[in-house]
C-alpha cells in the first residue's frame, strides 16, 4: 500500500476485529496453558484431578484459539504456505495463483461457516446441555460451537476484501503497468 492509499472504512473495521478476536485467541492460549499446569498440580501432586479440565480445553480453548486467530493468522501471512512454484512465476501467474487460493479458500470457508451457523443454531433452539456425566462441563453446548461461525465469518469478510483488492487494487495496477 502506498502513502497515498489509505486502507477504507470497512478495511479497518475488519482489521479491528481481527485484532479483537486474535487478543481473545491468544487469552485463550494462556488460559490453556494455566488450566493445564493446574490439572497437572492438582492430579500429579496433589492427588486431586480437577476433572473439567479436558473438556474446557477441547471443547473452548482450543477451538478458540483456532477459529478466532483465522483472519489474523490470513491477513498476517502466519499461516503455512507452499510458495516454490508461486515464487518462479511473474506478476500475471502470482495474480491469477493469488485469486484462485483466495476463491478457494472462500468457498471452503464458505461451507465451514455455514455449518457452524446451523450446528450453534441447532444447538441453541434446542436449548441443547450434556447430559449428566456426559460431559465435564454442563453448559450449553452453543457456547462452544459459536466460535466456528464467528471466526469463519471474520475470514470470509477478509478473504472477500482480498480477492476485490485483487481485482482492482495495487497487483492488478502493477499487473496492468507491466510490473
Do not use: K
Not at 492460549?29 to 476433572?51: C, K, Q
Not at 470470509?156 to 482492482?168: D, E, G, N, V, W
Amino acid at each position: 500500500m502506498t502513502e497515498n492509499e489509505a486502507p477504507s472504512r470497512a478495511e479497518r473495521a475488519i482489521t479491528g476485529i481481527e485484532n479483537a478476536l486474535a487478543t481473545l485467541a491468544a487469552l485463550a492460549l494462556g488460559a490453556m496453558l494455566l488450566v493445564m499446569v493446574a490439572e497437572v498440580v492438582m492430579r500429579y501432586i496433589l492427588s486431586a484431578p480437577l476433572g473439567w479440565t479436558v473438556g474446557f480445553v477441547q471443547d473452548y480453548l482450543m477451538v478458540a484459539v483456532f477459529f478466532l486467530g483465522l483472519s489474523y493468522s490470513y491477513r498476517t501471512g502466519a499461516h503455512v504456505t507452499i510458495d516454490f512454484v508461486y515464487r518462479r512465476q511473474g506478476p500475471r501467474g502470482r495474480l491469477a495463483m493469488a485469486l484462485i487460493g483466495d476463491v478457494l479458500s472462500f468457498a471452503l470457508f464458505a461451507l465451514v461457516f455455514a455449518a457452524g451457523v446451523a450446528t450453534t443454531a441447532h444447538a441453541w433452539t434446542l436449548g441443547e446441555i450434556p447430559a449428566p456425566g456426559g460431559g465435564a462441563l454442563s453448559w450449553p453446548v452453543w457456547t462452544s460451537h459459536v466460535f466456528v461461525p464467528l471466526g469463519c465469518g471474520v475470514l470470509l469478510l477478509r478473504l472477500a476484501a482480498t480477492i476485490a483488492a485483487h481485482r482492482s487494487g495495487p497487483a492488478r495496477a502493477d499487473l496492468e503497468a507491466g510490473t
